[in-house]
């Protein structure tokens, strides 16, 4: 079955960076339009970053622009977030999802706390 694996969490400082990745399996990963989730505790999940599966446009949440970066390679069937000056408020569990038409389907998730 499909399956999508996220690695690359951890424990970080305030200001530092980390990049994340979800690789995914027995999918046709280029046409699949690829997102990152995430969720603290006690919050509702939230919309992180989307790419498409075609241009590569991406979108990004308000609270993560110009700090974030979602890129795809499809030689890879990877897609990654690059984290760069991250905050407190950025720890959650980063789940990634991958969708095409009423389809889709979920990793299990990384941990990503920061935290001095």
């Known amino acids: 079955q499909v399956q999508l694996v996220e690695s690359g969490g951890g424990l970080v400082q305030p200001g530092g960076s980390l990049r994340i990745s979800c690789a995914a399996s027995r999918l046709a990963f280029s046409t699949y339009a690829m997102s990152w989730y995430r969720q603290a505790p006690g919050k509702e999940r939230e919309l992180v970053a989307g790419?498409?599966?075609?241009?590569?446009?991406?979108n990004y949440a308000d609270s993560v622009k110009g700090r974030f970066t979602i890129s795809r390679d499809n030689a890879k069937n990877t897609v990654y977030l690059q984290m760069n000056s991250l905050k407190p408020e950025d720890t959650a569990v980063y789940s990634c999802?991958?969708?095409?038409?009423?389809?889709?389907?979920w990793g299990q998730g990384t941990q990503v706390t920061v935290s001095s």
């Open positions: 790419i498409t599966s075609t241009v590569g446009g991406a």
């Open positions: 999802s991958a969708r095409r038409g009423g389809i889709g389907y």
